[in-house]
């Protein structure tokens, strides 16, 4: 062992640290049930999940998350690149050299001991931590993500999957300023609820490349103020996903193509093949699990849309697509 | 490559090409054709059973190199037969192309049956006693250190964090022994442990354990340790012959020095019956006190001295274990701060 106080200490693992503070949210359609010792974390999972007031909600937790913030850590940000390696049911997320958090994804659970810094910093939690998490925890709880966004007007929704550059981001800022609500603008996540298939997002805000900017008189006197992957982007921190869930009633896959909009029927085979390149490996149970998920989204209307036209002019033909209801 | 693209909005977590799934108690699905970018399915094909304290530990890795460093660091234990593996440890060693820090920050926690250890942002060490498995990523920077100097892999850290699993009560202590009888010797830090072993060991007798020491709850015995001793900079002053047998190391604002003991240790660890537990009580100027403690002040002293809380789970093991050596005498002795008078009084109490 180290010569450090810490690990020198009797309760080097913290066994008597104390996570009085609790609340459950819907987290992307699971319950996620919420044990820290930290207001700072409750703001942070306030702003990033659906809290539940209703007591009447209460039932078995999808999963559990234990956040203990060691005051005595003195880190601050900037904080690193997120780590994320596991083995078998074991993910560790290294988020800096002290605060880290363990996912036992056989009993749905995860552990982590935080900094106060990290812990204050909402953005982060809300941006990268949170979504990184239920990125890892999603299989054992259920849930598919799709790489997709995904907008809906009331309960119905319209799924918009397609891989980087496919315009998912700027088509649904384009529903946005048609009326609809954005759930998300990149990951969605998927369910079948008792009520039938269900589709969630994240509270990451919407975010724009440079090039997609010019179509939105909102960003035309705007310069981007994030650089990601090298490019330049816009992040519409004013339009937040919406958190509540819709019931997603078609399935797009988008594809930039030619200067129109031409709009096709996607086979399933296709529609399944692109969400299972995306999806991380899990054990046979839970590919099982999945698999019901899967059969529930290919069972909607499946349309395959070339699209390279204004985005307004492609949003108008997508709605068209929506039962009469929502259109 | 860093896997992780935090900034990147199309993903959390990069694509990476696809890993060959292995089976090993758990349903794989290696036909799926998916990605796994956070190497859950990584593949350790490099497979060794660990002797550990009479226990069996399978030890997997993708690296051959590291099976040589943990059978290297535990060699003193790889001898007799080994049993069906009690227990897995499963690492994988990564190169990511990184000097050698010159410090490590490492910090811990743990749920329910579930203890982890990050050492530094991107190493870990995570045991899950309920499954009886272990598993890690570490640089492998580790490889090509000295085992038993400075930046050594955290194989003391691993032991300790899997002990209770095997049925050992791991407390912060030394022992010195002869013929498979010893004192173990306890005390708070800076009470001149080290230094007492190391000298009662230069008298003759076999240098156990100065950090810590395990009880075997199963076997009525206990075990030494193999770690380097650990001299804090002010022992060199009093030991000056130890200056050319040092490597000195740091951690946060701590210097001290690390010692090979295993030259004054058995070639085999072999189990300790203890004949008494001594604490050490340095003072200045004080009287030279050996008195034995009331059974009460024993068992709670002794308590003091377990290396770490654990779970509830294992409190019956754990008193059982410190009752079990409550049964011998348990000494307290009030020194003056030189230690030859510590080294002394245990030569007298082994005879």
Redesign the interface.
């Known amino acids: 062992?180290?010569?450090?106080d810490?690990?020198?200490?009797?309760?080097?693992?913290?066994?008597?640290?104390e996570t009085p503070l609790g609340e459950q949210y819907i987290a992307a359609g699971a319950l996620c049930d919420l044990s820290t010792n930290s207001e700072r974390v409750l703001e942070a999972a306030r702003q990033s999940f659906l809290p539940i007031r209703d007591r009447r909600w209460e039932r078995q937790p999808s999963f559990s998350l234990?956040l203990?913030v060691?005051e005595r850590?003195t880190s601050q940000p900037p904080w690193?690149?997120?780590?994320?390696?596991?083995?078998?049911?074991?993910?560790?997320i290294?988020?800096?050299?002290?605060?880290?958090l363990?996912a036992?994804l056989?009993?749905r659970?995860v552990?982590?001991?935080i900094a106060p810094g990290l812990a204050a910093d909402t953005g982060h939690w809300r941006n990268?931590i949170f979504?990184?998490m239920m990125?890892?925890v999603a299989g054992s709880v259920g849930l598919v993500e799709l790489?997709a966004s995904c907008v809906a007007k009331g309960p119905v929704g319209m799924i918009l999957l397609g891989p980087?550059r496919s315009g998912k981001?700027t088509l649904a800022k384009a529903m946005s300023n048609a009326g609809f609500r954005v759930l998300s603008?990149?990951?969605v996540f998927c369910s079948v609820q008792q009520e039938g298939i269900r589709a969630y997002g994240l509270a990451r805000p919407l975010?724009l490349r440079e090039d997609a900017g010019i179509w939105f008189e909102e960003f035309s006197d705007r310069t981007p103020t994030?650089?990601?992957?090298g490019e330049r982007?816009f992040y519409c921190d004013r339009s937040f996903p919406s958190l509540q869930p819709c019931e997603p009633t078609v399935i797009v896959s988008l594809e930039r193509a030619g200067d129109g909009c031409s709009i096709s029927h996607a086979s399933r085979s296709e529609i399944r093949r692109q969400i299972?390149?995306?999806?991380?490996?899990?054990?046979?149970?839970i590919?099982n699990t999945q698999a019901t998920v899967i059969d529930s989204l290919l069972n909607l209307p499946l349309w395959h849309v070339e699209c390279g036209a204004r985005p307004e002019v492609i949003a108008g033909h997508l709605v068209k697509l929506l039962p009469e209801q929502a259109a | 490559m860093n896997p992780i693209r935090v900034e990147d909005g199309e993903s959390f977590i990069d694509r990476e090409p696809l890993v060959k799934t292995r089976v090993f108690g758990f349903a794989t699905n290696a036909s799926s054709g998916r990605r796994d970018p956070l190497r859950r399915f990584s593949s350790t094909p490099f497979v060794n059973d660990l002797q550990l304290m009479g226990r069996t530990v399978r030890v997997e890795s993708n690296s051959i190199s590291f099976l040589h460093l943990v059978t290297k660091y535990f060699h003193s234990h790889q001898h007799g037969t080994s049993s069906e593996a009690e227990f897995r440890w499963r690492v994988v060693c990564e190169s990511r192309g990184e000097s050698r820090p010159t410090e490590i920050p490492s910090s811990a926690f743990s749920g329910r049956l579930l203890n982890y250890v990050n050492i530094g942002q991107k190493g870990f060490l995570a045991v899950d006693q309920a499954r009886r498995q272990a598993i890690g990523y570490l640089p492998d920077t580790f490889l090509s250190e000295q085992t038993r100097f400075g930046h050594r892999p955290p194989l003391d850290t691993l032991l300790c964090l899997t002990a209770s699993s095997l049925g050992l009560v791991p407390l912060s202590g030394g022992c010195v022994s002869i013929d498979g009888r010893g004192v173990m010797v306890f005390g708070a830090p800076n009470s001149g442990k080290t230094t007492t072993c190391y000298l009662a060991a230069k008298s003759g007798l076999e240098f156990q354990a100065d950090q810590m020491v395990f009880l075997d709850a199963r076997q009525a015995n206990a075990w030494g340790e193999g770690l380097p001793a650990v001299f804090r900079p002010e022992t060199l002053h009093f030991l000056p012959e130890l200056q050319s047998q040092v490597r000195r190391s740091s951690y946060e604002a701590s210097s001290f020095y690390y010692f090979d003991k295993s030259n004054m240790q058995p070639r085999q660890a072999r189990p300790i019956s203890p004949l008494c537990s001594l604490f050490l009580q340095r003072g200045v100027n004080c009287p030279t006190v050996l008195r034995e403690m009331p059974r009460e002040e024993a068992l709670s002293q002794l308590r003091g001295s377990v290396l770490f809380e654990e779970d509830q789970g294992f409190e019956d093991q754990l008193s059982l274990a410190l009752e079990w050596l409550a049964q011998m005498p348990v000494y307290e002795l009030s020194y003056d701060s030189d230690p030859k008078i510590a080294a002394h009084h245990i030569e007298k109490l082994m005879r």
Request: hydrophobic share 30%; glycine share 6%.
């Open positions: 062992m180290n010569t450090a810490d690990v020198l200490s009797r309760d080097f693992l913290h066994k008597h640290a234990r203990w060691d850590d690193p690149k997120p780590y994320l390696r596991g083995l078998d049911h074991l993910v560790y290294g988020l800096d050299s002290k605060s880290s363990l036992d056989e009993t659970r552990i982590g001991r990268i979504p990184m990125s890892v790489h980087g981001s603008d990149d990951r975010k994030d650089v990601q992957n982007v299972e390149s995306d999806l991380l490996a899990e054990t046979e149970e590919v």
